[in-house]
């Protein structure tokens, strides 16, 4: 009874699909290449059985250049795919502080406000590690500072916890900005 129930637990790992993931977290730039160029290939989004995570995932959560992460963009990665904590591409790489893999995802169409099971979006995770370089980009791409996570505080609220001047100067240019966008409607102007 124990060598049928071992059968397909271990068969599972021996398929094209966890071969693809485990040449990702090797960084085998070559085997990678290989698998994502293969014709007809759906590889590029296939996900962890266990944890959720997807190619875009394992490389946005390294301390690694955003070259792999626009690698995987430009072969069809999909950038708001989530692993079963909620937790997507964007928000690992703002938390690493990654500028150009944050650009990167942003630029293929990477949902900003997105929120993880604690309901933390990239903003406010940037906000509690004092990122300013990051808090700056996502502000300038749109980021929600009044976004509640779990606990009800938003980036805004933190930032006023922190009474950090450069923070609340950002966050005010941010509102600036803002103010001075003009809403788009739908249909004819009158």
Known sequence: MVSALAAPASAQFNTESHEFLEAVRDEDGTLVTKFVQQPGNTLINTRDLVTGDTALIIVAGRDSNAQWIKFLLQNGANPNLANKKGVTPLMLAAAKGNVD??????????????????????????????????????LSNGADPDRNDNSGRSARDYIEIMADRRLTAELEAADEKRKGQTASTYGPGL
């Open 101 to 138: 893999g944050v650009e990167a995802l942003l630029k293929a169409g990477a949902r900003i406000d997105e929120q993880d099971s604690l309901g933390e979006t990239p903003l406010i995770s940037a906000t509690h590690r004092r990122d300013f370089a990051m808090i700056k980009l996502l």
